[in-house]
Nanobody
Framework: QLQASGGGLVQAGGSLILSCAAS????????MGWFRQVPGKERKFVAA????????SYTDSVKGRFTISRDNAKNTVYLQMNSLKPEDTAVYYC?????????????????WGQGTLITVSS
């Protein structure tokens, strides 16, 4: 089970950090990802990290602003979000993939957290 937390309301330009804790299983050998979804639209890739934390991938719109990291000892993945923009408003989901690399395609992800809402006000 994946449990995402850390969402909330923040002003544009602010920062938030999301956490995704895995319980009941270890994710230390899985690539992990963050996705986001706006109501009425499809879920989109945000960031991914490989099993060791040594390789990451980001969608273009968050490069330089978001940082994904992981602590395998804590079975937890993080998403540090800086310089937030109103267009970052969405429900954010963490997910574990079936491969070890930082893949972007949702089809590789088979375990999903419940989502946490981030609202960025202008």
């Amino acid at each position: 089970q994946l449990q995402a937390s850390g969402g909330g309301l923040v002003q544009a330009g602010g920062s938030l950090i999301l956490s995704c804790a895995a319980s009941g299983r270890t994710v230390s050998s899985n690539g992990m990802g963050w996705f986001r979804q706006v109501p009425g639209k499809e879920r989109k890739f945000v960031a991914a990290i490989n099993w060791s934390g040594g390789s990451t991938s980001y969608t273009d719109s968050v490069k330089g602003r978001f940082t994904i990291s992981r602590d395998n000892a804590k079975n937890t993945v993080y998403l540090q979000m800086n310089s937030l923009k109103p267009e970052d408003t969405a429900v954010y989901y963490c997910a574990a993939s079936i491969v070890g690399g930082p893949v972007q395609q949702p089809s590789y992800y088979t375990s999903w957290g419940q989502g946490t809402l981030i609202t960025v006000s202008s």
